[in-house]
C-alpha cells in the first residue's frame, strides 16, 4: 500500500448511526488503508451513550458527576465496551485513540453559569493527572488520548469575566501548562502513547501562540480542516497551513479531521449523497499542506460497498496520486453502471456551490424543514434558544468564514446573495438528477435491494437536495419582494413575481411529501439534547399555510402585506438548521 501520510485514524459508526463494532468492520478499515481508530463516539447529545468525558468511564474526585445517561452506574459497562473496542482494533493491527473532553463543566459553559473546574487551580490539573494512571490501568489498550478544552462538555474561564484566578490573564498564558501537564502523565502511565489536542473554539491567534510551548515529544496537535469547521469544500485553508507550518518548526504534528464518507455532519441525517470528487479534493488539500502528517474521519465510517465517497478515499489512500477520472471510472465499474462516473462529477459540482459557509446552520441539511415559516426570512447565526456560545471562536475567528455567527437582520443585498447561491446549487443538482433519469434511474419504481437500489437512494437524496435548496432560495426571494412591495404597492410586475414564487414553493413542498413517501430510511429518535436544543424537530407535512398565503394574496395585496414575511422573534420554529426561519 502506498501512503501519503502515516496516520489515517478511522471512526467507526457515527452519531447518527452508531453501529457495531465487530472484526470484519475493522478489518474493513484496514483493508480500506486505515491505520488508527478513535473507539468512541465523542457527540455532545451522547448517542448510545457513548463516551464523551473521563468521568463516564472512571472517578475523578472533585469533578462533577457525569452527564451520561446512566451517569456514574453506568461506568463498568462503558469502560467494559471500550475494552472490548480496542482490543479488537489492535487484533486488526490498529492504534487506538480515546477522545475525551477535559476538564469536565457539565453543561456550564454552554448556559453561561460559572465553571465548576478552573485550569488555574493547580487541584484541576492534579485530579485529572491522577485520572490519567487510572484510565491507563482500566484501559491497557488505549494508545493515544485527545483531548478537547472546549465543547465537548469542556470549558475553560475567559480572563475578562467570572473567575478570579483567570482574571487579567490570556489563555495562551494558562493553557499550555495544564495541556503538558496532562500529556506528561499520560505519556508517564502509556510510554508508547501521546496526547493530541484539539484547538477547538480557541481563536487563531490563541492557537498559534499556544503552539510554540507545548511538549513536541507528548503532545500532537489535531485541528478542523478550516478555522470555523470541518468543511470538506474549504479544507486546508490559511489556518491550516499557518498551525501546520508552525508546529512543524517545533516537532509537533499535525493531524486533520475530515469527512470521508456519504455520513458527515454537513448532511446529517443523511448517508447516500455522493460527492466523491469532493472528498478526494479534500484530502489533497489537506496532505498537501507541509506539516500535516495525517487524517483523521471526524464524524464517522460504517463500511459499506455502497459508500462512494468512502470508497473514494480508500483509492485516494491505496494512491494519492490517482485521478478523479481513474477512482470514478473503477468505482462507478463496481457498482456495473459506467455512467455513475459523470453522474457523481455533477453531485460533485452541486456540492460544491451550496454556500457551506452562510452559517454554521447551513449544514446538517438533511434536518432542514422546507416547510419553512412565512415570517421574513434571516440568515441565522446562532442559536435561538440559548446565548451565543461565548468562546474565543465564536466571538472572532469562525466570522473569517461563515458569513453569519449572530442572527441581526440580513440586509437584502445579503438576502439575494443567499438565493442566488442557493439557486445556484439547485439548479446543478436537478442537472445530476435529470441525468440520472435519462440514464434509467426512476425513482417511483423500488428497485431490489443491491446496487440499483443504492442508485436511487442516491438520486432521492440529490432529490433532497435540491428541494431545500429552493426552499432557502424562495423565502429568500419571498422576503425581497414583500420588503419592496411595501415600499410601492403600484408595483404590479412584483405582485405577479411574488405569486409565481408562493406557487413554486407550494410545489416545492408537495415534491418533499412525495419525496418523503419513498424514503425507506428513519433516522433514529433524537435525543433529549437535540430536543431541547430544537436540533431536530417534527417533520411538517401540511401544505395549508403556504395554500392560504397564495389565497390572501389573491384576496388583498396590502392585508397581505400587513401579515406576512414580516421580522420578528427568533425562535427556530423550524428547528436550528433551517436556516433561514426564525
Sequence with gaps: MTTKTPHRIALLGNPTRPGNWDPAQLATLVDDGYTGVQINIAWAYRPNDEVLNLEDILPVPGSPEPLSHEGAVGRPGRGAELRRRAALAHEAGLSTLLHVGIPFQGRAGYDGEPLPQCISDPATLARYARSMED?????????????????????????????????????????????????????????????????????????????????????GLMIHSSIAEVMSTMAGDEFVHDAASLASRYGIPVVVEVFLSCSNEEVEPWNKLPVPCVTLQQLRNVESVPGVVGVKEYYGLIPSPFDVNARAAAAYFRDPHITDDAALGSLAA???????????????????????????????????????????????????????????????????????????????????????????????????????????????????????????????????????????????????????????TARHDLAVELRDVLVRDLENQRAEIERISRSASTPPAPSKLQLAQRWIVDRKSDLGPIERAIDDLDADLGDFLRRYFLPGDELAAAGQFSLTSR
Design 135 to 219: 484510565l491507563a490501568r482500566l484501559q491497557p489498550n488505549v494508545d493515544d488520548l485527545l483531548i478537547y478544552t472546549f465543547d465537548q462538555d469542556a470549558w475553560i474561564c475567559s480572563e475578562f469575566e467570572g473567575c478570579d484566578r483567570c482574571a487579567g490573564i490570556p489563555l495562551h498564558r494558562r493553557l499550555p501548562k495544564f495541556l503538558n501537564g496532562l500529556a506528561a502523565a499520560w505519556v508517564a502511565a502509556q510510554p508508547d502513547g501521546r496526547m493530541w489536542w484539539e484547538p477547538w473554539e480557541l481563536s487563531t491567534g490563541q492557537t498559534l501562540a499556544i503552539i510554540p510551548e507545548l511538549d513536541a515529544p507528548n503532545v
Design 334 to 488: 463496481a457498482f456495473g453502471q459506467p455512467w455513475l462516473k459523470h453522474f457523481w462529477q455533477l453531485v460533485s459540482s452541486a456540492y460544491r456551490l451550496y454556500p457551506w459557509n452562510a452559517s454554521w446552520f447551513a449544514r446538517e441539511l438533511g434536518y432542514s424543514d422546507p416547510f419553512h415559516e412565512l415570517s421574513a426570512a434571516i440568515i441565522r447565526g446562532s442559536q435561538s434558544n440559548a446565548p451565543e456560545w461565548d468562546t474565543p471562536a465564536w466571538r472572532s475567528s469562525r466570522g473569517a468564514i461563515f458569513m453569519r455567527t449572530t442572527s441581526r437582520e440580513s440586509h437584502p443585498w445579503e438576502l439575494e446573495d443567499m438565493e442566488l447561491r442557493f439557486a445556484g446549487a439547485a439548479n446543478a443538482m436537478a442537472e445530476a438528477i435529470e441525468y440520472a433519469t435519462v440514464c434509467g434511474v426512476d425513482v417511483l419504481q423500488t428497485a431490489a435491494d443491491g446496487p440499483d437500489r443504492e442508485i436511487q437512494l442516491q438520486v432521492e437524496e440529490a432529490i433532497g437536495f435540491v428541494v431545500r435548496c429552493r426552499a432557502y432560495q424562495l423565502h429568500l426571494r419571498e422576503t425581497n419582494l414583500t420588503t419592496l412591495l411595501r415600499s410601492d
